[in-house]
């Protein structure tokens, strides 16, 4: 199982918004609605941002938004702020197991 | 407060073996699947293998990389998870995460454990 396709780097200047893509095949992200998006802050263990494409745990800010279009999902971050500068992991299941996303640094201009 | 604590990490030659651990309070351990996921240094996160809870079979599954050589096991009376890791090969060398699994999603996840594969 290979990891699914990220963006290396995204940036954008406070406020802004900014959409981070996750590709990867109809035995992933096709096929069942069963991603998530992890933020992780450098020395930090990763943090649950959206699950099942587009729920967002409660805490989470309603600026995190998540979609799926075939076989690649989406994570927008609306209003960006300082704070949401770290890298970001998204993760399908595929049948009995999971795979992560290269990841995506998100810059905060 | 759910908590996951992880230790056993440490320095192994390349062909040996490590036992992982991951001590869980905050929740009902016996109910919750959990899962063990990995980052080499620098690197992105890796997902290493599963397990079920006992009600659902106690089935494991694993990544291609670790399997035949990695095995999850749980003891719900001491609400704890556990990694044996036999045959590690430097590429096995990283920061080893202890995670609950609900309904497709990783919900809380440990601080980590470090492991290093080197002569």
């Known amino acids: 199982q290979s990891a699914l396709t990220q963006p290396r780097s995204v940036s954008g200047s406070p406020g802004q918004s900014v959409t981070l893509s996750c590709t990867g095949t109809s035995s992933d992200v096709g096929g069942y609605n069963y991603v998530s998006w992890y933020q992780q802050h450098p020395g930090k263990a990763p943090k649950l941002m959206i699950y099942?494409?587009?729920k967002r745990p409660s805490g989470v800010p309603d600026r995190f938004s998540g979609s799926k279009s075939g076989n690649t999902a989406s994570l927008t971050i609306s209003g960006l702020q300082a704070e949401d500068e770290a890298d970001y992991y998204c993760?399908?299941?595929?049948?009995?197991?999971?795979?992560f996303g290269t990841g995506t640094k998100v810059t905060v201009l | 407060e759910v908590q996951l604590v992880e230790s056993g990490g440490g320095l192994v030659k390349p062909g040996g073996s490590l036992r992982l651990s991951c001590a869980a309070s905050g929740l009902t351990f016996s109910n919750v699947w959990m899962s063990w996921v990995r980052q080499a240094p620098g690197k992105g996160l890796e997902w290493v293998g599963r397990i079920t809870s006992k009600t659902d079979g106690g089935t494991t599954y694993y990544a291609a990389p670790v399997k035949g050589r990695f095995t999850i096991s749980r003891d719900d009376s001491k609400n704890t998870l556990y990694l044996q890791m036999d045959s590690l090969k430097t590429e096995d060398a990283a920061l080893y995460y202890c995670t609950t699994l609900t309904s497709g999603r990783i919900d809380f996840w440990g601080q980590g454990t470090l492991v290093t594969v080197s002569s």
């Open positions: 993760c399908s299941y595929a049948g009995s197991l999971y795979v």
């Open positions: 099942d494409v587009s």
